[in-house]
């Protein structure tokens, strides 16, 4: 089932191998269609690595939710499952190199500005992160007409429109500052 009443969209399924590459491209379709495009390798990787992490670990059953959410200056990215533990977030450094697992939730925190878990209910848990929403430029009027050096200057500074960290949750990473905006979209999972 999909609804995509204005601004949210929710994708209820099994999270296997191959319903994640499917779920991955609905979320990637949805950002377009919201002209959200800058956030669409982030909001895909992170989503593939909540549901690589539901398909690995939950409990009793792979059945889950996704959720896409566009608020006023933020998309929340959500998945609900079936089981109440709340995953154990390790030390990165701690993961050997050639590991096959174990990367995920530190995956999600690095390319997104904010992220956490909580409980749902008796039986299962949110996991969710948001990135920034770009707000949408400005048509310009007057510019055309107005000579440039009646333009106000314009201000560039790398890293400082990047906001803080905004949300508290009962599981929580710190955001690099020094992180690239956006990272290509990659998976262990095909699809």
């Known amino acids: 089932m999909i609804t995509h009443p204005n601004r949210h969209c929710a994708v209820e399924l099994q999270a296997l191998p191959s319903r994640i590459g499917q779920v991955r491209r609905i979320v990637s379709a949805q950002l377009r269609y919201w002209h959200l495009d800058p956030l ?26 996704v959720e896409i959410e566009l608020l006023l200056d933020h998309l929340v990215v959500s998945v609900h499952d079936h089981d109440p533990r709340l995953p154990v977030v390790g030390d990165i450094s701690d993961v050997a190199a050639t590991a096959t697992c174990g990367r995920g939730l530190a995956m999600v925190a690095a390319v997104s500005e904010s992220w956490g878990v909580r409980p749902d209910g008796e039986s299962g848990k949110v996991v969710w992160f948001t990135l920034s929403a770009p707000s949408p430029a400005p048509v310009p009027t007057a510019v055309a007409s107005t000579p440039a050096s009646a333009r106000p200057a314009r201000r560039v500074g790398i890293g400082s429109e990047k906001p803080t960290h905004r949300f508290v949750s009962e599981v929580e990473l710190p955001v690099d500052e020094h992180r690239a905006q956006h990272a290509p979209a990659r998976s262990a999972v095909a699809g």
Do not use: F, S
């Open 40 to 65: 669409i390798d982030r909001a895909a990787l992170g989503v593939t690595e909540l549901l690589t992490n539901v398909h690995r670990h939950a409990q009793p059953d792979k059945t889950c939710t």
